[in-house]
């Protein structure tokens, strides 16, 4: 896995932590890797449709 960084609004860091503290998910990583899969997956999907 690669490092990134990136800037989060602290409403969606909030949001992050709610699932986290919820034990939804063991951390914040995890919240976000869950996040960024499924939008890939549907975008690229939409992506695919539309061709």
Not at 8 to 27: H, T
Not at 40 to 46: A, G
């Amino acid at each position: 896995m690669k490092l990134i960084t990136c800037h989060i609004p602290e409403a969606y860091i909030s949001g992050i932590e709610e699932l986290v503290s919820q034990n939804m998910y063991p951390n914040r990583s995890e919240v976000i890797r869950v996040a960024i899969r499924d939008l890939l997956k549907n975008e690229l999907s939409t992506l695919l449709r539309k061709e």
